[in-house]
């Protein structure tokens, strides 16, 4: 398979619309990959908090409808990042959208862990509660966004669902990078799994980005790496290799699943 990592640049200056039509342009220009990636929140930028719910839109709002149509135009499978959803109870929440080569909404995924400890997303979004699988040809994608990827239990529910290739849109900022290279290796490892992490480039809210988007093979090795600025990773892997290494090195067969919490 052929996945493209579209390592966008979110600045001050540039308009949602702006940025929506140039992501657009961007993912047009992948035809040919299997899989398209663009980050989290790159409509507004992850740290813009007090542009979430001016931004918010429907699932099937405008983001949608530009990455639907640069998606069919390219013929490509493609994770579109994550929007400020509303739904019609007013909640936000941090989605992801899946899109079919056809243009379809293939899935969605409400982020279920939020950033911010008391302020910024974690306050102002709501939290997801289902994990979501998407099937491809060739391989089964399992979604998480960015603070997601801090937490191993719930990629040890995505593999339980199937999932042999996990892709983490973000906007992880710069003075936490080695945070980000590391557990997107750790993942990889503990699941015998690839890793396709998506970050951005520039500076949200006063934040700058870590960049360095990745790709991970199921051993750990790394496959491809972005530097800091805006970039187009693409890479070249094997699905097969998923079964290959869980088959070689069966440690998920000697997992102990319901470990309860030790006795004091």
Not at 60 to 77: I, K, L, N, R, Y
Not at 128 to 155: H, N
Not at 204 to 224: C, F, N, R, T, Y
């Amino acid at each position: 398979m052929r996945a493209s990592l579209i390592q966008l640049a979110v600045e001050e200056g540039e308009s949602v619309d702006a940025r929506r039509s140039r992501a657009a342009s961007l993912v047009r220009g992948q035809a040919g990959a299997d899989l398209v990636v663009l980050p989290e929140l790159w409509t507004t930028g992850a740290f813009a908090y007090e542009d979430f719910d001016r931004e918010a839109e429907t699932l099937h709002g405008p983001t949608f409808e530009a990455m639907a149509e640069a998606a069919s135009d390219a013929g490509v499978w493609l994770h579109a990042g994550s929007v400020p959803e509303r739904d019609a109870e007013g909640t936000l929440y941090n989605t992801s959208l899946v899109i079919s080569p056809s243009g379809e909404l293939a899935a969605a995924y409400r982020k279920i862990h939020r950033f911010g400890f008391d302020k910024g997303e974690a306050v102002l979004m709501g939290a997801g509660s289902d994990l979501v699988t998407v099937r491809l040809p060739g391989t089964t994608l399992g979604i998480a966004t960015c603070y997601d990827l801090r937490f191993p239990e719930l990629f040890r529910g995505l593999v339980d669902a199937g999932a042999e290739t996990l892709v983490i849109p973000a906007g992880w900022p710069e003075r936490r990078r080695s945070h980000w290279t590391l557990l997107a290796q750790a993942r990889a490892v503990e699941n015998q799994a690839y890793v396709l992490a998506c970050g951005t480039a520039g500076t949200h809210a006063g934040v700058p980005q870590a960049g360095h988007s990745i790709v991970v093979d199921p051993w750990g090795e790394v496959l491809a790496e972005a530097g800091p600025g805006e970039q187009i990773l693409t890479v070249e892997f094997d699905p097969a290799k998923v079964a290959v290494t869980r088959d070689q090195f069966p440690a998920l067969k000697d997992r102990v699943p319901g470990l309860g919490t030790p006795r004091r």
